[in-house]
Structure formats: C-alpha cells, structure tokens
Antibody, heavy 119, light 106 residues
Framework: QVQLKESGPGLVQPSQTLSLTCTVSGLSLTSNSVSWIRQPPGKGLEWMGV???????DYNSAIKSRLSISRDTSKSQVFLKMNSLQTEDTAMYFCARNTPPEADYFDYWGQGVMVTVSS | IMLTQSPATLSVTPGESISLSCRASQSISTNLHWYQQKPNESPRVLIK???QSISGIPSRFSGSGSGTDFTLNINRVEPEDFSVYYC?????????FGGGTKLELK
C-alpha cells in the first residue's frame, strides 16, 4: 500500500536551514509526483511545492526564493530544503502524493513532522 | 487565488444535513477539491473537481459548484464527521487552500 513518512529535526534555530526527508513506499517516484504542504499550529494549510514524476519542480511564489525540493529515486526519497527560517515557519510539514493522472490534488499524506523555529 | 470558506465554525447535531461554502476570488472552473482533517491527523480528500466522488468516501458527502462558488454537502451528519473541512484549488499557481470550516457538536 502507498505510504509516505516525513523525517527531520524537530527544532531549528532562526536563520538556519531546514532539511526534511519524505520516504515513500508502495509507489515509484518516476511515475508519481510529491508535494510538500505545511500547517502552522491551529491554522490552515499552505502548499509549498511539488516535484513532478519527471523530476521537474514548481514552488509557491511566496517562498520560492528559500525553497528547494529534490529526490533520490533509488532510495524512494523526496527532500525539502528551506533556508533563512523564521519563527513563522514553525509548522507541521506534510508530504503528500499528487493523485495521478491529473496530479493536482492529494490522496495519500504522510503523518507530518512538527518543526519549531526557536533559539 | 484566495479561497474564502464560510462559516468559520458550524455547530450542528448528528443527523442534520449541512452545507459548507467555499468562494474563490476568481473563476477556477471546477478545479476545486475538498478535504477533511480530524485533530492530530493528516487531511483526507473527500471530493475532487467540485463534484466527483472519491473511492471509499461515504456517499453522504457530495459537492457542487463551478466558477467561484462551491458547496460541500453532508447528508445527515455522523458523529465521526466532526472535524475541519478545507477546500483547495488547482486552477492557478500557486495552489491554495481555504481557511477551513470547523464542524462542531452543538
């Protein structure tokens, strides 16, 4: 069955870089696209960016200058890197599969990883 | 594109039938999807492309609308339906979510 699982540090200092990993099983990254979506505590959802099945990427313009998404298909992993973190980046970070074939909504989600930006 | 959901909170009793609204700041055709999120869980997709059903989702959930006005209907709310509902548009970059409607027990 399809599963996604996020991992990464729970605490990041302001101005530092966040690195998260999404490990997938039950699907191939060469035929599936994966997005990162975040949710500040008690607030709504923000789509951050996507890595397409062909390896191309698209990012939310609001954070594009700070964000990078990549993958290692051999390890079934998708990576998120975001620099210059501030307290407002404190959130639960989810990876989710973009449902094929349209790939513009999300059917499988990871459990999320909570990231706190604090000194 | 901004998505405005209303009401922010809706208090109902089990067995009631309800409608939740999602309004887009400009036309998004039917590129609108609905999710349910229970506390401390990941979102679950309920409806795709405004009105298309999703396999495994109870038939009491239905959607309608096009352009800028969309509705999620729940026919006879069940106890397990009390959660937060989000809409999401995929018509224009960046994809955006509404602020959510919390469905709570009256």
């Amino acid at each position: 069955q399809v599963q996604l699982k996020e991992s990464g540090p729970g605490l990041v200092q302001p101005s530092q870089t966040l690195s998260l990993t999404c490990t997938v099983s039950g699907l191939s990254l060469t035929s599936n696209s994966v997005s990162w979506i975040r949710q500040p505590p008690g607030k709504g959802l923000e789509w951050m960016g996507v890595i397409w099945s062909n390896g191309g990427t698209d990012y939310n313009s609001a954070i594009k200058s700070r964000l990078s998404i990549s993958r290692d298909t051999s390890k079934s992993q998708v990576f998120l890197k975001m620099n210059s973190l501030q307290t407002e980046d404190t959130a639960m970070y989810f990876c989710a599969r973009n449902t094929p074939p349209e790939a513009d909504y999300f059917d499988y989600w990871g459990q999320g990883v909570m990231v706190t930006v604090s000194s | 594109i901004m998505l405005t959901q209303s009401p922010a909170t809706l208090s109902v009793t089990p067995g009631e039938s309800i409608s939740l609204s999602c309004r887009a700041s400009q036309s998004i055709s039917t590129n609108l999807h609905w999710y349910q999120q229970k506390p401390n869980e990941s979102p679950r997709v309920l409806i795709k492309y405004a009105s298309q059903s999703i396999s495994g989702i109870p038939s009491r959930f239905s959607g309608s609308g096009s352009g800028t006005d969309f509705t999620l209907n729940i026919n006879r709310v069940e106890p397990e339906d009390f959660s937060v509902y989000y809409c999401q548009q995929s018509n224009s970059w960046p994809w955006t979510f509404g602020g959510g409607t919390k469905l709570e027990l009256k």
